[in-house]
């Protein structure tokens, strides 16, 4: 059975001990280690997931049997950590963006080729089953070719302001959000980053002492003609009708695709809340096993799992380039999302078109 490990347990790392928790269930892997500075926040955890804990990650490294490890902390610490994973010989998932750096990027790819580990991203808008399903339209020819198109994603403002107003200023929803879609966009037209031209706002945040874009609006154009505007921002509301709104158009010589990625037609309003809110099940919904233990599923879980599901094919004899022929979230991909975000993050400072190399 494979053993698996997380380093960084904030708010999303917990996605992470909740996907392998329930691959335990099912007899598939174990979850056997998690890392965090938090001390408090690991000692809860352990009552509710019940691996060993550590709060230095080299020291979990070194003691413990794993196969693969997950890195969630913050985005510009991901370098060194997935790099330590690599060379103590684990497998390694990381969390989006794969590093804020080209440098960064190619060093971790090095790091995992060097020590034949496989290096997974988790850009889990690719197993969205509506997204799976208009890349398998563009991929059967049915749009013909894109050419233009608009991928939108913007959070309630408690995500800078609550969630983590300690990094944000290191982020910014170019970063944090725009990954998603340049990654997304980038697999269903099958193309890489060309150029990017960006416009942002410095408002309402700098205004909250948090130092980054309210919004930034980027249009990319990519290798095979088109061109696509990506609009992310990080202020909407508090009273907005759910924590993220996304969704994606596309238009090519034969066709159009709209798809609103966040309201999937479930809208309620209880007295309890404040207002009305919509529920993207898809992404991540709480049910239960055969034996009545809390579990979740969605998109959220299996992009994390697939990771635990390929290392489990590696430790049974198979083999990364097998891997690579099925398709998996490579480093490479990591790298090409990466370069439209570093030009979309220098055409906001210059003002200028950049052009991705
Ligand atoms: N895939 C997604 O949709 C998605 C959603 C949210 C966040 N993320 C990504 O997940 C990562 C974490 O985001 P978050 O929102 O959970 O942030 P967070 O600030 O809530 O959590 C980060 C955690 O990392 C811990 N940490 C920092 N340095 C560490 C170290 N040296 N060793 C061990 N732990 C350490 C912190 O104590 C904290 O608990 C980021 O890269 C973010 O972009 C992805």
């Not at 490294?61 to 330590?84: N, Q, Y």
């Not at 034969?254 to 309003?269: H, K, L, P, T, Y």
């Not at 579990?295 to 994390?304: L, M």
């Amino acid at each position: 059975m494979v053993r698996l490990g997380v380093i960084g347990t904030g708010t999303f790392g917990v996605n992470h001990l909740r996907a392998y928790k329930q691959l335990e269930y099912e007899g598939k892997a174990c979850l056997a280690a998690a890392s965090d500075l938090d001390e408090e926040r690991l000692a809860r955890l352990k009552d509710d997931f019940g691996m060993n804990i550590y709060t230095d990650y080299r020291e979990m490294l070194k003691k413990e049997d794993l196969d693969g490890v997950s890195v969630v902390t913050p985005d510009f610490l991901h370098r060194r950590i997935a790099i330590d994973v690599l060379e103590s010989g684990r497998h390694v998932l990381v969390e989006k963006p794969l590093d804020v750096t080209v440098e960064g990027c190619q060093e971790i790819i090095q790091a995992a080729e060097r020590n034949r580990r496989l290096l997974q991203v988790d850009f889990h808008k690719r197993f969205d089953p509506y997204h799976i399903e208009i890349r398998r339209a563009v991929l059967d020819g049915k749009l013909g070719d894109p050419l233009y198109g608009y991928a939108y994603m913007e959070d309630r403002i408690e995500v800078p302001r609550d969630w983590f107003p300690q990094w944000a200023p290191k982020s910014s929803p170019s970063w944090f959000l725009g990954i998603h879609m340049y990654d997304l966009i980038r697999w269903i037209v099958g193309s890489d980053g060309k150029s990017a031209f960006a416009r942002g706002q410095k408002r309402k945040l700098m205004g909250m002492g948090i130092d980054t874009y309210d919004s930034v609006q980027a249009q990319v154009t990519f290798e095979n003609g088109a061109v696509v505007s990506f609009h992310t921002s990080w202020i909407l509301p508090d009273r907005f009708e759910s924590i993220v709104n996304q969704g994606i158009r596309l238009i090519g010589t034969e066709g159009i695709i709209e798809v609103d990625s966040q309201n999937r037609g479930a809208e309620a309003c209880f007295t309890s809340d404040k207002g009305m809110r919509t529920y993207n099940s898809s992404f991540l919904f709480e049910t239960t096993d055969s034996k009545g233990r809390k579990v979740y599923d969605g998109y959220g879980i299996r992009s994390i799992q697939d990771f635990a599901h390929n290392v489990i094919f590696l430790k049974s004899g198979g083999t990364i380039a097998e891997l690579r022929r099925r398709g998996y979230i490579s480093g490479e991909d990591g790298l090409q999302a990466t370069k439209i975000a570093l030009a979309v993050e220098k055409s906001l400072v210059t003002g200028e078109e950049v052009e991705i190399d």
